[in-house]
Antibody, heavy 121, light 108 residues
């Protein structure tokens, strides 16, 4: 069964750090690009970051660039999001998603259930 | 930055047809994907490449594009279709994924 499971969320103070993990099962994650997407309470979806299959291409949303770092360990079938200098506005459910399709023609066909990050003092 | 505009809400009676629009400059040159999200759940892909349907998505869901607008059409709407719907494109100018603001579909 193709599945993504996020973990690592929690409550953190402003300025703090968290590392989110996304574990893939039922498929070889190294064959796919992966993205992180977040959703603030009561708000819409916001793309956060993307990493290519071998990790040599990475993009970030402007709102997190310089503070968040995406990485992957294909041996562990996992993708990570290191979040530093967290702000209250980073409070959200964070989803990881698999990108499927030919290069430059991707769509997100599998999503995890999400992990909740709360930034508050 | 690229912006996708969706109506905040659409209401439809059961058995009728719902149309959810997604507007963006030159959207015709982008592949548009659609996701539904029910409360407390993760998004689910319902349409990709403007009009293709993933396995398991009913054929009541269809997608189209014309001019600067993409449209998700849900025929014979059921109570279970009540959800938030998001459109999405890849903006190659900024190398960013862009989501529309989302449309809440209410089944009356």
């Amino acid at each position: 069964q193709v599945q993504l499971v996020e973990s690592g969320g929690g409550l953190v103070k402003p300025g703090g750090s968290l590392r989110l993990s996304c574990a893939a099962s039922g498929f070889t994650s190294s064959d796919y690009y992966m993205s992180w997407i977040r959703q603030a309470p009561g708000k819409g979806l916001e793309w956060v970051s993307y990493i290519s299959d071998i990790g040599n291409t990475i993009y970030y949303a402007d709102s997190v660039k310089g503070r968040f770092t995406i990485s992957r360990d294909n041996a562990k079938n996992s993708v990570y999001l290191q979040m530093n200098s967290l702000r209250v506005v980073d409070t959200a459910v964070y989803y990881c998603a698999r990108e499927y399709g030919p290069r430059n023609y991707h769509y997100m066909d599998v999503w995890g259930k999400g992990t909740t990050v709360t930034v508050a003092s | 930055s690229y912006v996708l505009t969706q109506p905040p809400s659409v209401s439809v009676a059961p058995g009728k047809t719902a149309k959810i629009t997604c507007g963006g400059d030159n959207i015709g040159s982008n592949n548009v994907h659609w996701y539904l999200q029910k409360p407390g759940q993760a998004p689910v892909l319902v349409i990709y490449y403007d009009s293709d349907r993933p396995l398991g998505i009913p054929d009541r869901f269809s997608g189209s594009k014309s001019g600067n607008t993409a449209t998700l059409t849900i025929s014979r709407v059921e109570a279970g279709d009540e959800a938030d719907y998001y459109c999405q494109v890849w903006d190659s100018n900024s190398d960013h994924w862009v989501f529309g603001g989302g449309t809440k579909l209410t089944v009356l």
